[in-house]
């Protein structure tokens, strides 16, 4: 069975030298966990080399991966010669770090004050209810990601829901329904009130 090529042109910088090679790759997906890992050294050997840069190289690591699961730290790890339990903890210590993958969309339900006394609580009850996870948690497809989050400053529209940083304000528990179900036809819905 032949696998379906595709030119790509990869940008490597090292120091101030860029280097761009054409490189044939496939769509296999072991083919592209290498060429993640490939990058990643490129990474770690860019920034190892000075003291206190785990968390930059983290911070690199997880643009790369959309996530940091434990095979990923416990590379940079060994690459590094840091103790994988000084990963983890640095991972685990920053909400900036993700472990788990994210969903292609992300929801966040503000629960600033004016947001939650609006009825941001029947908002995220009923996101839960009907995508079928908890806070923090990832949909089965990976379509959907529900997060909270504090005040983001659109207060005279409580309550709002952000799909992809897109504000949407007097959302509503029927609005996010609609939020939720053009997501799923593959629509971009623009921020409007609701």
């Not at 790369?64 to 339990?85: D, N, R």
């Not at 997060?147 to 005279?156: L, Q, Y």
Request: charged share 25%.
């Amino acid at each position: 069975m032949e696998q379906e090529l595709e030119k790509r042109l990869d940008i490597i910088e090292k120091g101030n030298i860029t280097v761009r090679e054409t490189k044939e790759i496939s769509n296999d997906p072991a083919d592209e966990k290498e060429r993640l890992f490939h990058a990643l050294d490129h990474i770690i050997e860019q920034y190892s080399h000075e003291p206190g840069q785990l968390i930059r190289i983290l911070i690199k690591a997880q643009d790369l991966f959309g996530y940091l699961p434990e095979e990923v730290q416990a590379y940079i790890a060994l690459k590094t010669g840091v103790p994988v339990s000084e990963v983890s903890g640095v991972v685990t210590f920053y909400s900036l770090f993700k472990t788990e993958p994210k969903g292609k969309n992300v929801l966040k339900v503000c629960m600033g004050t004016a947001c939650y006394v609006k009825g941001a609580q029947e908002i995220m009850d009923t996101l839960k209810e009907h995508l079928k996870i908890d806070e923090g948690e990832t949909t089965p497809d990976q379509l959907f990601t529900l997060n909270s989050t504090r005040c983001v400053g659109a207060c005279g529209l409580a309550p709002v829901v952000l799909a992809n940083d897109q504000v949407h304000g007097e959302a509503g528990a029927a609005g996010v329904i609609k939020i939720i179900q053009a997501y799923r036809k593959g629509e971009n819905i623009e921020s409007k009130k609701h």
